[in-house]
């Protein structure tokens, strides 16, 4: 898909004030680490995250997302009466009804003919989201919008501490799915598309591709089952290595699919943003894709895992702290469990 039409007019984030390192998890595992003999480190040996960011307990996404749309739409200096979508797109929600893009729109004072939903789609989220945006503003439809999305991890991490406590049959076999759950942390991140008739910063949307491997939609699953687990915390298992080979493979075939659309080849790239998982996987996807990771901005050592909202935050900081330039080609480079992939050209 390409753009004529369409421009980055914001990137904004909010992050906790809690820091939760590795090493402070671990220590609430020792008995876990003692009996079965691994060692101290693991985690962030494994992961390269030293740390992650908590909300308050009993934070909900929808409050703090009500926070960053509208530090965006006001960031972006566009009337807020050019805004006709609105789109709640990270994995945590209020609950299942409304959607709870409902109180963001409420809190930000939208108009009325803003349309409202929420997008549900692992880690993508809030990237399609864009693409709906992005769409809508081609065909004329709106003028602007905002995506925005609030990971809470608490409830994740703190939860599969528990179970890991509680279950005396775990091996160094059987806790191997429940690892990935410990790199989750929180953040929120909100992105303002317009119409470059009204940008001011002219930074275009060129487009991008979209692609999915749906064979590998069981390699990472997550949920609430009360009866399980006897609260209301969601729980997650990932076969990582599954998980992490696969995925590449997606994106891998997803970049060659987007350079195709964008014209592009490797050295187009001047800059590049990618979902947080890990530095094995930043490392392989990389190698793979024959990007530089030198032009990559990585955030997963002080923020971990942010889900839906990892990339946008990610881009967020690259921009503020002067990581792009006037000109720049951008990419950025999404994947999410599923597993699915959405990657976009940005002209700076």
Known sequence: MRFQHVCVETLCYRLPDEVVTSAALEQRLAPVYERLGLPAGRLELMTGIRERRFFPPGTRPGQISALTARDAVQASGLDPAHFGLLVHGSVCRDQLEPATASSVHHATGLPAETLVLDVSNACLGLLNGCLLLANMIELGQVSAGVIVGTEIGRGLVEGTIETLLADGSLTRQTIKPAFASLTIGSGSAAIVLCDRRLSRTGHRLLGGSVRSDTAAYQLCAGGIAVEDHGDDR??????????????????AATWEQTRNVLGWDNGSVDKSFTHQVGRAHRNLLYERLGIDPGKDFATIEFLGNTGATALPIAAALGAEQGHLEAGDKVAWLGIGSGLSSVMLGIEW
Do not use: F, I, Q, Y
Not at 234 to 251: F, I
């Open 234 to 251: 969601p729980r997650m298992t990932t076969d990582s290595e599954a998980l992490l080979h696969a995925g590449v493979e997606l994106a």
